[in-house]
C-alpha cells in the first residue's frame, strides 16, 4: 500500500470523527430550542449515536470485503452522512420534524427526542462506525502498526470537531453555516475516494450538487428569516423577532420561548 492512499485512508478516519463529534454537538443545540438542554434530552441523543455506531463497528468487523467495492461503499457512505447530517441538523428541518410530532400528538419531550434519533441519527451513526471498522481493517493488514495512529488520527478529529465547532465556527459564523462545512467535509471525503467505475459519473456529480444546494438553500440566514424569522443562531441562541397580533407586536423568542414583547399599542403590551 502507498503512503498516498495510507494517508487518504487516515484523512477518512479524520473525517468520520470531526463529522460526527460535529453533527453530535450541532443536533444538541438544535434541539436545545424544543426540548430544552437537560441530561434526558442529551443522554437520549448520546446513547442512540453510541449504540448505533457499536452496531457499525459490529458489522465493519465481519464485513467480507472480497464481496464488496471498498471505494464503492465508503464513497456512498460518506454520500449518505452528508444527506442526514443535512436533514438531521438543519434547523429547517428540526423544526418540521417537531411541528409534525405536535400535529401527531406526541408531546412528551422523550418521546419526540427518541423518535429524532432513531429516525435521524441511527444512520449517520451507524455508517460512522462502519467506515471506521473497515477502514482500520485494511490499514491493519497493509501494517500491524497503523492500530495507534487509527486511534490518535480518529480522536484528534473528534477534537477538533469538539472545539474547533463550538468555539470558534458557530460564535463567528453561525450553527447554520457550521452545518453547511459538515456537509461538505463528508462530500469531500466522498469524493476523495469516488471511481468512476464503481459509481456513474452523471448520477454522482448531480446527486452532490443537489445535496449542496438544498445544504445551501435550507441555511442561509434569508431562508431562516424568511420561514422562522431566525435573525442569529450562534453557538449559545437562536433568537426570532415574530410578527404578532396582526403585525401590531413583535416578539422576541430565544431558543424557543417567548422573551419580550413590544407593541405601539398600549393594550397589547
Known amino acids: 500500500m502507498s503512503l498516498k492512499f495510507r494517508s487518504l485512508l487516515l484523512f477518512l478516519i479524520f473525517a468520520a470523527g470531526y463529522a460526527g463529534m460535529s453533527l453530535e454537538l450541532i443536533v444538541l443545540r438544535q434541539l436545545s430550542n424544543f426540548v430544552g438542554s437537560g441530561t434526558i434530552p442529551t443522554s437520549v441523543v448520546i446513547g442512540t449515536v453510541l449504540a448505533f455506531m457499536s452496531v457499525g463497528y459490529y458489522r465493519g468487523s465481519v464485513l467480507k470485503t472480497a464481496d464488496v467495492s471498498l471505494r464503492r461503499m465508503i464513497c456512498l457512505d460518506f454520500f449518505m452522512i452528508a444527506v442526514m447530517v443535512l436533514m438531521s ?15 401527531a400528538g406526541i408531546t412528551s419531550h422523550i418521546a419526540q427526542t427518541f423518535a429524532y434519533s ?27 502498526n497503523y492500530t495507534g495512529r487509527v486511534m490518535a488520527v480518529d480522536t484528534v478529529g473528534s477534537v477538533l470537531g469538539s472545539l474547533l465547532t463550538t468555539l470558534v465556527l458557530m ?21 476523495a475516494v469516488y471511481r468512476p467505475r464503481f459509481v456513474p459519473r452523471a ?43 396582526g403585525g401590531k407586536s413583535l416578539i422576541l423568542s430565544v431558543n424557543g420561548s417567548a422573551s419580550s414583547k413590544i407593541s405601539d399599542d398600549k393594550d397589547l403590551m
Open 89 to 103: 441538523g438543519s434547523y429547517l428541518f428540526v423544526t418540521f420534524y417537531f411541528e409534525a410530532m405536535k400535529v
Open 118 to 144: 432513531l429516525l435521524l441519527l441511527s444512520l449517520s451513526s451507524y455508517l460512522f462506525g462502519r467506515i471506521m471498522s473497515v477502514v482500520s481493517r485494511y490499514l491493519h493488514h497493509s501494517d500491524r
Open 171 to 191: 460564535p463567528l459564523i453561525g450553527v447554520n453555516h457550521t452545518l453547511m462545512l459538515v456537509v461538505l467535509m463528508a462530500l469531500a471525503a466522498s469524493a
Open 203 to 245: 448520477g454522482y456529480f448531480s446527486a452532490t450538487v443537489v445535496v449542496l444546494a438544498v445544504s445551501v438553500a435550507a441555511n442561509s440566514d434569508k431562508m431562516l428569516f424568511d420561514t422562522l424569522d431566525v435573525v442569529e443562531n450562534n453557538a449559545v441562541s437562536t433568537i426570532s423577532l415574530i410578527k404578532d397580533d
